[in-house]
């Protein structure tokens, strides 16, 4: 059985000196998980760019591997503001955030840029986590439909490789509550069956984002693969819930 894995993105809510401290608590807490210790659940931390070397640093020793939040469509070149996913491998990132719904609706990215991403980021070793959800709430059939078509898009002609897909409805992002089980078993089970079927795609893992938090891998036990979290996670002690949640998971 595939290990669990636990991911979290700080966004653009921190401060630099915020940031250092929550990785500071956050090593201390996950350096003592015995579980994440040991691999039965494998943690990354998507921190922004600028917050990237604090990270690795606060993390050196510990087996919590850092992502970064985007990556360039792009390699080395006349690409002001960009940062190349050589760059970020070469910097120890290991996981990249691509496709998330607010990039989508405040960059106006496209699926032809998220499949640009991806094949940079599979193209230097680095696991993109690839964000999918359908923007409305109109059942399982839709969502299947919507999700399936995003999924292939964005690993349309991508160098073999791992992915993580974070299955993140639009319309639960931000919400009180995180989509009902029901619905995310449904789905995630799809999304799992097409990548079984790529031999491209080993190793690669279903999480869910939208809303998750503390609570919810109790109830969704390993009908995922895990869960992406936000701002649930800012309190590093909601943080080492969910990976006590996950521990108990990954033994059920």
């Known amino acids: 059985m595939a290990r669990l894995i636990v991911g979290v993105s700080l966004k653009a809510y921190f401060s630099r000196s915020q940031a250092r401290e929550w990785f500071a608590q956050v090593a201390e807490r996950v350096g003592a998980h015995e579980s994440v210790r040991s691999g039965d659940i494998e943690v990354f ?3 922004s760019y600028l917050h990237v070397d604090d990270a690795l640093r606060a993390f050196e020793g510990t087996p919590v591997r850092v992502a970064a939040q985007d990556v360039s469509a792009y390699g080395r070149g006349a690409y002001t503001g960009e940062v190349s996913a050589l760059d970020l491998a070469e910097s120890g990132v290991r ?6 719904a607010e990039r989508r609706r405040l960059f106006n990215e496209t699926d032809a840029v998220v499949a640009a991403k991806t094949s940079a980021a599979l193209a230097e070793g680095i696991v993109p986590v690839l964000c ?3 923007t409305v709430a109109d059942g399982v059939a839709s969502a299947v439909e919507d999700v399936i078509s995003q999924l292939g898009g ?3 002609n991508a160098p073999a490789g791992r992915v993580v897909v974070a299955y993140e409805p639009v319309w639960a992002i931000g919400a009180a ?3 009902p089980v029901e619905h995310i078993t449904a789905v995630t089970r799809e999304i799992r069956t097409r990548l079984a079927d790529d031999p491209k795609r080993a190793g690669s893992s279903v999480i ?9 891998l109790t109830v969704l036990g390993r009908n995922a693969d895990g869960v992406f ?4 996670a800012h309190d590093p002690a909601a943080f080492a819930a969910v990976l ?7 033994v059920s």
């Open 45 to 47: 931390v998507a921190p």
């Open 95 to 100: 996981f990249a955030e691509i496709g998330h």
């Open 132 to 134: 999918l959800g359908e």
């Open 154 to 156: 964005a690993l349309r």
């Open 177 to 179: 509550e995180p989509a």
């Open 208 to 216: 869910y984002g939208g809303s998750a938090g503390p609570g919810l």
């Open 229 to 232: 979290l936000g701002r649930f």
């Open 244 to 250: 006590d949640e996950a521990a108990a998971a990954a």
